[in-house]
Antibody, heavy 122, light 107 residues
Framework: QPQLQESGSGLVKSSETLSLTCAVS??????????WSWIRQPPGRGLEWIGD???????YYTPSLKSRVTISVDRSKKQFSLRLTSVTAADTAVYYC??????????????WGQGTRVTVSS | DIQMTQSPSSLSASVGDRVTITCRAS??????LNWYQQKPGKAPKLLIY???NLHSGVPSSFSGSGSGTDFTLTISSLQPEDFASYYC?????????FGQGTKVEIK
């Protein structure tokens, strides 16, 4: 079972860009048919899926963030990244990276990072 | 977007109780439904995939059922370590969505 670890700035100013990286250890990022995902959780609230990147490089994003978000992968560094532009206070959340595994043909988030808290300040 | 609606939003129960949480999709999602458990300050963990299959290491006191639009997560006998929040999530669409969560608290 691989381990995932998020890193990046914990404090971002309003209107600037949030950048996070998820390092994958104990497993390959470029094989096995897995895709990779970012999910966030605002304080005291539920989980919000942000987007996925597939092994092909194809990305899918939640519609509400699509114009501001980019997910990319660097296989040589065994990491994938999240970039969210023009942040506001509404983007304050714990951000999780996760692996997407296929189970009986159904994709599920089966390995998670511990999460990293990002606060947007004015 | 496929909307996922869980009920109840929270519940209070005692150790040993049978607990049922429901999840409804805004359109048919076949069996493309997963359940997660999240404890305070921790990342979620996969409990059940494809509506009714227990993930590795998950106690048999957990079970899932349903297909189409209506799904159920059942805990047959609530244990102290089961007090947590539970989320359903659909993978029918390439744009994934979670339910709003159900918090299971100690009565």
């Amino acid at each position: 079972q691989p381990q995932l670890q998020e890193s990046g700035s914990g404090l971002v100013k309003s209107s600037e860009t949030l950048s996070l990286t998820c390092a994958v250890s104990g497993g390959s990022i470029g094989s096995g048919g897995f895709s990779w995902s970012w999910i966030r959780q605002p304080p005291g609230r539920g989980l919000e899926w942000i987007g996925d990147i597939y092994q092909s490089g194809t990305t899918y994003y939640t519609p509400s963030l699509k114009s501001r978000v980019t997910i990319s992968v660097d296989r040589s560094k065994k990491q994938f990244s999240l970039r969210l532009t023009s942040v506001t206070a509404a983007d304050t959340a714990v951000y999780y990276c996760a692996r997407v595994g296929g189970y009986h043909g159904v994709d599920a988030f089966d390995v998670w990072g511990q999460g990293t808290r990002v606060t947007v300040s004015s | 977007d496929i909307q996922m609606t869980q009920s109840p939003s929270s519940l209070s129960a005692s150790v040993g109780d049978r607990v049922t949480i429901t999840c409804r999709a805004s359109q048919s999602i076949s069996s493309y439904l997963n359940w997660y458990q999240q404890k305070p300050g921790k990342a979620p963990k996969l409990l059940i995939y494809a509506a009714s299959n227990l993930h590795s290491g998950v106690p048999s006191s957990f079970s899932g059922s349903g297909s189409g639009t209506d799904f159920t997560l059942t805990i047959s006998s609530l244990q102290p370590e089961d007090f947590a929040s539970y989320y359903c999530q659909q993978s029918y669409s390439t744009t994934r969505t979670f339910g709003q969560g159900t918090k299971v608290e100690i009565k």
